[in-house]
């Protein structure tokens, strides 16, 4: 509710009446201890997706000649990884 009150007072100089603003009576206030809950998940599954965007990219880039390579010249471990990607 905090929210909306900042809205409207936002809106007033700028013509904004409150029944333009769409609320629902499902909706969770700021300050419910819910509403927290919502805010942490949502950030954590956001940066999940970063996270999971950027293996993706960085597995895509390679290509099997990068993967030749790391497995003839790369440390034990990243042999076993070359191997592992290039059967992909």
């Known amino acids: ?3 909306l009150t900042l809205a409207l007072a936002a809106g007033a100089g700028a013509g904004v009446s409150r029944s333009s603003i769409v609320t629902d009576e499902n909706d969770i ?3 419910n201890p819910m509403w927290f809950v ?3 998940v949502s950030c954590v599954l956001v940066l999940f997706a ?3 965007s950027g293996l993706t990219l960085g ?3 390679l290509g099997l000649v ?3 390579i ?6 034990n471990r990243e042999k076993k ?4 990607n290039w059967r992909m």
């Open 29 to 31: 206030e700021f300050g």
């Open 50 to 52: 970063g996270f999971v």
């Open 66 to 68: 990068e993967l030749e």
């Open 81 to 84: 990884q070359a191997v592992r």
């Open 70 to 75: 790391l497995h003839r010249s790369g440390s």
């Open 1 to 3: 509710m905090f929210l």
């Open 59 to 61: 597995l895509m880039s």
């Open 38 to 40: 919502y805010d942490r």
